[in-house]
Structure formats: C-alpha cells, structure tokens
C-alpha cells in the first residue's frame, strides 16, 4: 500500500511539474511574441525551445508510470500571473526590464517546486537524474537572466 501511494505521489509531483512548465511555455511565448528588443526575443525563445523539451520529458515519463500526461495543463495562478505581466507590461514604459523581472520571479519558483520534488525518497535513479538536470538548466537560465539584467540596469 505505501509503495502505491509513493508511485502516485510521484506521477502527482511530475504532474505538478509538466502544469509549471506548460505555464512556462506559455509565458515565454507570449514574452518571446510581444517583445520590441531583439535581444530579449532571443532569450525567451531559448527559454521556450527549452521548456518544450523539458515538457516532453516529463510527459514521457508520468506516460511510463502509468500516468496521463495528456491531461495536464497549466495552472490558473500563473495565468492570472500571466494577465498581470501583461498589464504592467503595457503600461510600463520598460516593458523589456518588467518581462525580465516577471521571468526571474517564476524562475525561481519553479526551481523551488523542482527542488521540492526532489525530496521525493522514492524517485527512480534515471528520474531524479532527469530532474536534476532539468533544474540545472533552469538555474543557468536564471543566471542569464540575471546576468542580462544587470547589463540592462546599468
């Protein structure tokens, strides 16, 4: 019995999972489509060619634990989130600096819910791998941002 309720834990965490980074999709889209700097319209498309990727990652692994992965979508919280950024975005006269700001912020919580998730005692080798290097480069992305927010402050 507890061996069944960690299994569903786990696909429930990696669901979690594939709803933050299908929000981040959807952000970075939306970031990537509205923004005038060329620059920043290159980092959000990185930003969101690697989601994609994260997200059939994650799909194919809830899908090999018996899981639906067809049935996951994005959080309403961050489409609320969503709805905010864009009307700070529309009436900020730097709607460059305020995407960016937006970007680092969910970055960073998202790096938090990975790290909750890797918590998990139960999670195969191969999964936790998986995980671990989702979440690098989700760090590294953070760290670009950062780093290009830095230049744009100054």
Excluded at 1 to 19: P, R, Y
Excluded at 80 to 91: E, Q
Excluded at 109 to 119: D, F, G, M, R
Aim: proline share 1%.
């Amino acid at each position: 019995m507890a061996e069944v309720a960690a299994h569903d834990k786990t696909v429930e965490q990696l669901k979690h999972l594939l709803s933050i980074t299908t929000d981040s999709i959807e952000g970075y889209k939306q970031s990537a489509d509205n923004s005038p700097g060329q620059e920043f319209t290159a980092l959000f498309t990185d930003y969101l060619i690697q989601r994609r990727e994260y997200a059939e990652e994650l799909k194919s692994a809830i899908n090999s634990l018996g899981g639906d992965a067809d049935k996951v979508s994005g959080g309403t919280f961050s489409a609320l989130g969503r709805l905010w950024t864009n009307i700070k975005t529309n009436i900020s006269s730097d709607a460059e600096r305020t995407a960016l700001e937006t970007c680092m912020a969910d970055e960073k919580s998202v790096i938090a819910e990975y790290e909750k998730t890797l918590e998990n005692t139960e999670l195969s080798p191969e999964l936790r791998e998986m995980l671990n290097d989702q979440k690098e480069g989700i760090e590294r992305a953070l760290t670009r941002s950062e780093q290009l927010a830095r230049v744009y402050n100054t």
